[in-house]
């Protein structure tokens, strides 16, 4: 649930309360049979509100902190001429076979699910192109680096920017690798920017006999709530819509509790 919706719940449960309080105290003092059926509705239904709460907030997200996004520098005199940085990556996307079927016996330990990356991906490009903004190319080292923090997340059980040995999504990178700097006229931009989200491979959480009754969410649902839940987050919005950067990686990997980790980072 989003801020603005945790305080009407607040809200609401506060005044729900006060209700109740008020109409047993005043029927207590008439008929204190009628107020003990009172007290029997009102937790009723006060149960069924917090059932509610929880059944709309089954999606988690964190909002990329702003002390560990990438930060710009200028140059008073440039050097030498900036490298291409798109070309190799368009050759990669174009090398990249997405299979856009999703198949619901898929297994959930397997480390490439390609096609949901793919349709996120998509996604995130639609909305680059709702505000007039230049389409991200796909990078895979990219999206190893993101998917190797999805299946971390996965296997430790948290959901952070930072992992358990205290690394960022820059650092993350550069440990494998990857040349975290690049200029654009006078300016030089640094670091890896990254989204996080955790999504559920089931309709429900809740489980009836030991299985889920309300069936698996289907590949474009996943991928459609977590672009969703980003756009409406100012701090992974702002990643999504931010000019200067021209490729991403999108990697995912679902836990032992059939939770979806979703990585995505932006260059």
């Known amino acids: ?64 902190p702003v002390s560990n996004k990438p930060f710009t520098r200028r140059l008073k005199n440039r050097g030498k001429k900036g490298h291409d940085f798109s070309s190799k990556t368009t050759k990669q996307q174009n090398n990249h076979n997405h299979s856009k079927h999703w198949s619901t016996t898929k297994d959930k330990n397997d480390k490439h699910w390609f096609s949901l990356e793919k349709e996120i991906h998509d996604l995130i490009n639609k909305k680059r192109r709702q505000h007039g903004l230049a389409l991200l190319n796909w990078d895979r080292k990219l999206s190893d680096i993101a998917r190797r923090h999805s299946q971390d997340m996965a296997n430790n059980g948290y959901f952070s920017h930072t992992n358990l ?38 309709v429900s959480t ?38 200067h950067y021209d490729r991403e990686g999108i990697g995912i990997a679902i836990s032992a509790d059939n939770k979806v980790y979703i990585t995505e980072n932006f260059f």
């Open 165 to 202: 040995r205290g690394k960022g999504p820059t650092e993350r990178a550069k440990a494998k690798g990857f040349h975290c700097s690049k200029s654009r006229g006078t300016i030089i931009y640094e670091g890896i920017a990254e989204n996080i989200f955790q999504n559920n491979l089931f």
């Open 206 to 243: 809740r489980k009836i006999n030991h299985t889920f009754p309300y069936g698996r969410k289907n590949q474009s649902r996943i991928a459609y709530s977590t672009v969703d839940g980003w756009m409406n987050s100012r701090g992974h919005r702002q990643n999504i819509l931010t000019e």
């Open 1 to 64: 649930m989003k801020r603005d919706e945790h305080l009407l719940a607040i809200t609401l449960i506060v005044v729900f309360v006060l209700l109740a309080l008020y109409l047993i105290i005043e029927y207590q003092m008439q008929t204190p049979e009628l107020s003990t059926h009172i007290i029997y509705i009102l937790s009723a239904a006060f149960v069924l509100f917090v059932f509610f709460i929880n059944k709309h907030d089954s999606d988690k997200r964190e909002e990329f």
